[in-house]
């Protein structure tokens, strides 16, 4: 494998691997590291991408790495250790097997990882009857009974109860500890959520099938389909180490509408630094990051020509 590159896409997801495509199209030298840890590993199916709807994740991954391979884009399965900047003012990534690799440019698309409760039962049902979001999985579910396990996201959770109305009739929020209140309770009664307080102690399946949810009395909610909201966690160790600039609010990483963050030549997208970016959403923003970085290597490839000829 070569060192040098034009541009390092970390990640290998729907941002990561629609840049490469763009970018390789554009004659840049393009490596993808990628660790081969989808966030979407666990669904079974993709939606709401035209053209793609219903497509399994494994499958769109594949294809995708075939289109970037097929413009002359190279991978290398592995995890970015550390980042830093050269003083030439490239780019060096360790990776884990210690060998080192140096662009002029690199985009960041290592999305985000899902803190889930500790209920048991959760992660063995994620992404089969467990799910996040209604958008990606409420139709595949039409009519089901659903649960909404309240927790750290309350007003993601509170929209979901309400969102879910318009997939099933037989809606159930508990709080599990979430404050919720009266006002708001209220409402989510008034289009046809029940509401039941308790803590959820664990959820009742067998054999892939997901029956209720257990309380701390003992007694059990009945649903065939659970929502939850978990804590998204962005994947930013990459551009922290390269000293790109945070929200003070938010926490994530700041960047413009093209992807840029302050750190000059280096770019963002996806999941990493949009958690509600879906996976149409993030491939879009992956072009967007592209085209912006072809343009940051055509001026710098101007800047040093003419320099050049002027010595």
Not at 220 to 233: D, G, K, L, Q, Y
């Amino acid at each position: 494998m070569e060192n040098h590159w034009d541009v390092v896409i970390v990640g290998a997801g729907a941002a990561g691997l629609t840049a490469g495509i763009v970018l390789t199209r554009a004659q840049a030298d393009v490596l993808v590291i990628d660790d081969g840890r989808p966030r979407n590993a666990a669904a079974a199916h993709m939606h709401g991408f035209v053209s793609r709807d219903g497509v399994a994740p494994s499958e769109f991954l594949a294809t995708g790495r075939e289109e970037v391979a097929r413009y002359g884009g190279e991978f290398t399965r592995a995890r970015v250790v550390d980042a830093t900047r050269v003083p030439d003012g490239r780019f060096a990534f360790t990776l884990a097997d210690g060998t080192v690799v140096q662009s002029r440019a690199v985009l960041v698309a290592t999305g985000l990882t899902d803190e889930l409760p500790e209920i048991p039962g959760v992660r063995e049902l994620w992404g089969s009857r467990v799910h996040h979001c209604p958008h990606c999985h409420g139709y595949e579910v039409l009519g089901d009974e659903m649960l909404v396990i309240g927790g750290a996201m309350p007003a993601v959770s509170l929209h979901h109860a309400a969102l879910l109305r318009r997939y099933s009739d037989r809606v159930t929020l508990c709080p599990n500890g979430m404050a919720i209140t009266d006002t708001e309770a209220a409402r989510l009664r008034a289009v046809g959520v029940r509401i039941v307080d308790g803590t959820i102690t664990r959820l009742v399946h067998d054999k892939g099938s997901l029956t209720g949810a257990q309380l701390a009395d003992g007694s059990v909610i009945r649903c065939e389909t659970a929502f939850i909201a978990p804590r998204p966690s962005p994947n930013d160790t990459v551009l922290r180490a390269l000293g790109c600039e945070t929200d003070a609010t938010t926490g994530l990483v700041v960047t413009t509408p093209g992807g840029a963050t302050g750190v000059p030549g280096v770019w963002a997208a996806g999941n990493v630094v949009n958690p509600r970016a879906q996976v149409i959403t993030a491939a879009g923003e992956g072009s967007a990051a592209a085209i912006a970085m072809t343009a940051w290597l055509v001026e710098n490839d101007l800047t040093a020509a003419f320099e050049g000829a002027g010595r």
